[in-house]
């Protein structure tokens, strides 16, 4: 069992920076596969960034955020990062950090994860 829970959002103007945190439970963080998505309203949940689980060697973006947006992990601290540049109104959507073992796998389907954060709202203002 994973438990997980997102900081770091807010408001902030388009142009400006966040980094958002997702602190992990267990001692098997470094096992799962990590990811964050977002979800606006009216819309449907999508994917921003997945890294790999022990490493992170591994990472994918979202079409709509690569340049922008970093995921990192530090496993010692159980604990993935997302350090979003650069931001959009577009942006604006409640962020979620997803977890699943999945050893040199990464998953941009939100289905195919199994532990979820309550999620943290972000906000870009024009």
């Known amino acids: 069992q994973v438990q997980l829970v997102e900081s770091g959002g807010g408001l902030v103007q388009a142009g400006g920076s966040l980094r958002l945190s997702c602190a992990a439970s267990g001692r098997t963080f470094s096992s799962y596969a990590m990811a964050w998505f977002r979800q606006a309203p009216g819309k449907e949940r999508e994917s921003v960034a997945v890294i790999s689980s022990w490493s992170g060697g591994n990472t994918y973006y979202a079409d709509s955020v690569k340049g922008r947006f970093t995921i990192s992990r530090d496993n010692a601290k159980n604990t993935v990062y997302l350090q979003m540049n650069s931001l959009k109104p577009e942006d604006t959507a409640v962020y979620y950090c997803?977890?699943?073992?999945?050893?040199?796998?990464?998953?941009?389907?939100?289905?195919?994860?199994?532990?979820w954060g309550p999620g943290t709202q972000v906000t870009v203002s024009s």
């Open positions: 997803a977890a699943v073992r999945a050893a040199g796998r990464l998953y941009s389907d939100w289905k195919k994860y199994d532990y």
